[in-house]
């Protein structure tokens, strides 16, 4: 069965800060994968994603994610982190279901930014 | 542009009523998904539309639970004799096609008394 894992609950870096947030996936075939990040009272906004090719792929917000299928994992990251980053991080794979992506998303990673 | 909307963004009603979620997806998108996020549950697949083929309800939990889509554009939740365990909150979701990403609503806060 498909499934997402992100070990870390709660992350507290400090402004200024790099950042990495974990995703591991299950998944039997080349997946889909995305980040959303959710603000409180909010919806989901996409980070990134990652379809084919390159595995390396970048993202707004200064965000990139790393695709290492060796290792089913697709981690987050960013140099410096700025305290609007503060937030609740959602990685998610698409699975391929009758054509479509049913997206299974991470329990979440929330992120606090100290000054 | 535009994004995806949905109404209303909270809804308190007493157990055993039943609510209309709705939502508005981005103008040309053809798919149409709902989700559920919910503290003991985190975020859950319920149902998915694209154009006029028939709806994927895999993730719908219970028979209380159905959706509609008019028109190919607002789509209806309804949820028949809520119960205190349907508290969560309902996010919706549309994207250009069946494999593109999809973008979300703010969502609906729905509180069982």
């Known amino acids: 069965a498909q499934s997402v894992t992100q070990p870390d609950i709660h992350i507290t870096v400090s402004e200024g800060a790099s950042l990495e947030l974990r995703c591991n996936y299950s998944?039997?075939?080349?997946?889909?994968l995305f980040w959303y990040v959710q603000s409180p009272g909010q919806g989901l906004q996409l980070l990134l994603k990652?379809?084919?090719?390159?595995?390396l792929v970048q993202g707004i917000k200064g965000f990139e994610a790393e695709f290492k299928r060796s290792q089913s994992s697709f981690n987050l990251r960013k140099p410096s982190v700025h305290w609007s980053d503060a937030a609740e991080y959602f990685c998610?794979?698409?699975?391929?279901?009758?054509?479509?992506?049913?997206?299974?998303f991470g329990a979440g990673t929330r992120l606090a930014v100290h000054p | 542009g535009a994004g995806v909307s949905q109404s209303p963004s909270n809804k308190v009603t007493e157990k055993g009523k039943d609510v209309e979620l709705r939502c508005d997806p981005i103008?040309?998108?053809?798919?149409l998904y709902w989700y559920r996020q919910s503290l003991g549950q985190g975020l859950e697949f319920l149902i998915y539309?694209?154009?006029?083929?028939?709806?994927?309800k895999s993730g719908l939990p219970s028979d209380r639970f159905s959706a509609e889509r008019t028109g190919g554009s607002v789509s209806t939740l309804t949820i028949q004799r809520t119960q205190q365990e349907d508290s969560a909150v309902y996010l919706c979701?549309?994207?250009?096609?069946?494999?593109?990403?999809?973008?979300f609503g703010d969502g609906t806060r729905l509180s069982i008394l």
């Open positions: 979701a549309s994207s250009l096609g069946d494999v593109q990403p999809q973008h």
């Open positions: 998944y039997g075939a080349t997946p889909y």
């Open positions: 990652y379809f084919s090719g390159d595995t």
């Open positions: 998610a794979v698409g699975a391929r279901s009758g054509g479509y992506n049913k997206l299974i």
């Open positions: 103008s040309g998108h053809t798919a």
């Open positions: 539309f694209q154009g006029n083929s028939a709806p994927d």
